[in-house]
């Protein structure tokens, strides 16, 4: 059974700082996806990571993959209050052939001045 | 591009009432998905269609029924709801040369008393 495991659940930063948030997974797969969900709302595509070594970045967000270990990490940089939702990843659980995800139970950030 | 639509956005029930949730997309994805979100517990994928004409079970069927009406159009049947089904559900679509990216739905909030 595949297991996704994510940490922190919850994290309290304050603006200006940096933190990773870790994803680790407990069967063979070469695609992740990172999603955010801000309070009341719909899930949001942040990145999909689909080879080892694989990194993406958007603005403050650094998301990469390490297969081998499986583990994906999300690093946030200077950390501001727009980003304080939760994040989740997902891992495929046919890897890749159907796109079956199974999610974490996601890190839930706040962002404080 | 209206992107992912569901409908109703809130609805509650009674133990043992049907109802159906309706999902539809207009991105031309072949992969539609049905997931529910508990609190502290992610999402967790009912049933899957990944194409015109096929369903499969996802992590948790039971209490569940499905129709794949036509490509665009995927619902969702509890035929006698139970007070644990009450759980926001959202629906999904993507498309393999996406690489499976999900695009998510605005959910349904479902209250079973």
């Known amino acids: 059974e595949l297991k996704v495991e994510q940490n922190p659940l919850f994290l309290s930063m304050q603006e200006g700082k940096n933190y990773t948030i870790y994803c680790n997974y407990s069967t063979t797969s070469d695609r992740l996806y990172w999603y955010r969900q801000d309070p009341g709302k719909s899930l949001e595509s942040l990145f999909v990571?689909?080879?080892?070594?694989a990194v993406k970045q958007e603005g403050r967000l650094m998301a990469s993959l390490d297969t081998k270990a499986r583990l994906s990490t999300l690093h946030i940089t200077a950390a501001v209050h727009d980003l304080s939702a939760t994040y989740f990843c997902a891992v495929d659980l046919y890897g890749g052939s159907q796109g079956n995800l199974i999610f974490g139970k996601g890190t839930k950030l706040s962002v404080k001045p | 591009n209206a992107g992912v639509t569901q409908t109703p956005k809130f609805q509650v029930l009674k133990t043992g009432q049907s109802m159906t949730l309706q999902c539809a997309q207009d991105?031309?994805?072949?992969?539609m998905y049905w997931y529910r979100q508990d609190p502290g517990m992610g999402l967790r994928l009912i049933y899957y269609s990944a194409s015109e004409g096929t369903t499969d079970k996802g992590e948790v069927p039971n209490g569940y029924n499905v129709s794949r009406l036509n490509k665009r159009e995927f619902s969702l049947r509890l035929e006698s709801a139970a007070p644990s089904q009450t759980s926001v559900y959202f629906c999904?679509?993507?498309?393999?040369?996406?690489?499976?990216?999900?695009?998510f739905g605005p959910g349904t909030r479902l209250t079973v008393t």
């Open positions: 991105m031309n994805h072949n992969s």
């Open positions: 999904a679509s993507s498309e393999m040369w996406l690489e499976y990216e999900q695009y």
């Open positions: 990571l689909l080879s080892n070594g």
